[in-house]
């Protein structure tokens, strides 16, 4: 029996002294009471700090395992948070679309309603601008008979004063003693005594014009006299330029023409031409009523209105010329007149 002890005890020693050098691998083994008193002291303590390793490895995967669990438990808070926050999103997206859905629905109708109101805006302006095409074109068709009607009335006033002569320079208050009459008479016996003694030279009327005396007015008022014959005008107005110097008691005047306002303001804008005419030998003229006459070139050439001289001025470069810078200042006054119009 000893020797099977002895036997059973070496077989143990050699089971332990089997056991890896390596405390850390060392599997976990059960062990029980009975071979724990056989063991030695040496395996005793081998075992106690595989225990007190292996004791240690299970804290420390404990510890990792409970760090683990934490962490994924904070993830898992995180998460959780995340899919409130975004389902709170969603749920603001959704809330959001709607309103841009809601928005762009009243921009579309909005846009709609203001298309409509364009479409009926661009209605009414194009009747009005129709209207004001019609309005501008009865203007233009009313200013031409306008201006056609102060043409035959300047024909009418110009046909009407047609046997009339005008005198300037008449003193005011001369007439008493023989009336504006027994002045022209003065008036030709004075300058033309051929003319005086023609009994077919008879005065029809006579006055002072404008009828209002102004004091403050420094120059004289005209005198209109009115002939029975136009022919009789002429000849007086004829003999008067072959005199040049007219005199009523050694006093100078001047016997003209009696126009229209409108014939004596065209008259007077030829003035300026004539007078650049006359100095380079163009023998000029203003006729009845109120054209401009001259020679160019050996031929008589008549303008009724500036615009037909200007185009034929156009032509002449020599004349041109000679009329540039009369004519350009003609132009700036109607443009300037045209500007205060």
């Not at 009115?226 to 000849?235: A, Q």
Request: charged share 35%.
């Amino acid at each position: 029996m000893p020797n099977n002890k002895r036997k059973n005890q070496g077989n143990k020693n050699k089971e332990v002294t089997m056991t890896p050098s390596n405390e850390k691998d060392t599997p976990i083994q059960d062990y029980e009471d009975d071979d724990i008193e056989e063991m030695q002291e040496a395996d005793l303590k081998r075992l106690i700090r595989t225990l007190r390793s292996s004791q240690k490895q299970i804290l420390e995967l404990h510890k990792a395992l409970m760090d683990k669990i934490e962490n994924l438990s904070r993830e898992n808070e995180i998460l959780r948070r995340n899919q409130n926050e975004t389902k709170q999103l969603v749920q603001q997206e959704t809330v959001i679309v709607t309103e841009v859905k809601n928005s762009i629905d009243q921009m579309k109708n909005t846009i709609e309603s203001l298309t409509n109101r364009m479409g009926e805006a661009e209605e009414r302006i194009s009747d009005l601008e129709d209207r004001e095409q019609e309005r501008i074109q009865s203007d233009q068709r009313k200013e031409e008979e306008i201006r056609n009607l102060k043409h035959i009335v300047t024909n009418l006033q110009d046909t009407i004063k047609k046997p009339n002569i005008r005198v300037l320079g008449v003193p005011e208050g001369m007439e008493r003693e023989k009336g504006l009459e027994g002045l022209f008479s003065e008036i030709l016996a004075e300058n033309f005594p051929g003319l005086e003694k023609d009994r077919e030279i008879l005065v029809q009327e006579a006055h002072r014009t404008p009828n209002k005396h102004d004091q403050k007015r420094s120059s004289p008022r005209h005198v209109v006299i009115k002939l029975s014959t136009v022919k009789h005008k002429e000849k007086i107005l004829k003999c008067a330029r072959e005199k040049r110097q007219i005199t009523l008691r050694g006093s100078p005047i001047r016997l003209t023409a009696d126009f229209s306002s409108e014939t004596l303001q065209v008259r007077r804008e030829w003035r300026d031409i004539a007078q650049v005419l006359r100095e380079n030998n163009c023998q000029p003229r203003i006729l009845y009523p109120a054209k401009l006459s001259f020679v160019n070139e050996g031929e008589i050439k008549t303008f009724h209105n500036k615009q037909k001289l200007k185009e034929f001025v156009a032509t002449r470069p020599a004349l041109q010329q000679m009329l540039k810078d009369v004519l350009h200042t003609e132009t700036q006054k109607h443009g300037h007149q045209y500007e205060r119009r």
